[in-house]
C-alpha cells in the first residue's frame, strides 16, 4: 500500500519585507495577520499525531516572528518532525549576522532552510544577503533550496548566474 507523506505548512504571518506583484499569498510589509504560538504549537501536536514528516514555516516572512519561529521549531522537533524555514533571507545582511541566526535556527533544530529569490524579491532584499545566507548554510551542511522566480527563461537564467559569481 503507498503511504501518504503530509506536510504542514505554517504561516507565522502575512507580513514580509519584501511587496512582491506575483506573491502567491498575498503578502506584503502592509498585512498585520499571525498565528497565535500556541495555535501554532496545537497544529504541530496535531499533525504528529496523524503521522505528518514535516512542518514547513513559510509566510509571509516567518522570521519577522522570531521568537516564536524559534519555539515552533523546538516543538516541532520534540514530536520528531522534520523542519523547513522558507525565507528571502533579508536578515542576513552579513556573514556574521547569518551564521548567529542560522545557528540558532539549528540549535532549535531546523533541519532546512528553503531561500527565495529572483526578479520580484530582488527589488526588496539585496542580493549580497541571498548570498550570504547561501554561504552559511552550504558551509553547515545544511540542507537547502533556493527558489528563483523569473518571468522570463532568460531573466532566470541572469538571476542563476549571478548567484554563481
Not at 511587496?19 to 503578502?27: I, L, M, P, R, Y
Not at 516572528?65 to 523547513?84: C, E, F, N, Q, Y
Not at 536578515?91 to 527565495?116: F, M, P, Q, Y
Amino acid at each position: 500500500m503507498l503511504k501518504i507523506e503530509r506536510d504542514l505548512v505554517i504561516m507565522p504571518t502575512y507580513q514580509c519585507t519584501a511587496s512582491c506583484s506575483n506573491c502567491g499569498t498575498g503578502s506584503s510589509p502592509k498585512r498585520k495577520e499571525v498565528i497565535a504560538l500556541d495555535t501554532m504549537k496545537r497544529y504541530i501536536d496535531e499533525a504528529a499525531t496523524l503521522d505528518f514528516r514535516i512542518v514547513v514555516f513559510s509566510g509571509g516572512e516567518a522570521t519577522l516572528r522570531w521568537r516564536d519561529l524559534i519555539s515552533a521549531i523546538g516543538v516541532a522537533k520534540k514530536r520528531h518532525l522534520r523542519t523547513r524555514l522558507v525565507t528571502n533571507g533579508f536578515w542576513a545582511k552579513s556573514h556574521n549576522c547569518a551564521e548567529k541566526k542560522v545557528n540558532e535556527l539549528r540549535s532549535a533544530g531546523l533541519d532546512e532552510i528553503n531561500i527565495t529569490t529572483g526578479q520580484q524579491h530582488l527589488r526588496f532584499v539585496s542580493m549580497q544577503s541571498v548570498v550570504n545566507l547561501i554561504g552559511c548554510v552550504v558551509s553547515k551542511s545544511m540542507d537547502t533550496v533556493v527558489n528563483v522566480e523569473a518571468k522570463t527563461k532568460m531573466e532566470g537564467e541572469m538571476i542563476r548566474d549571478s548567484l554563481s559569481n
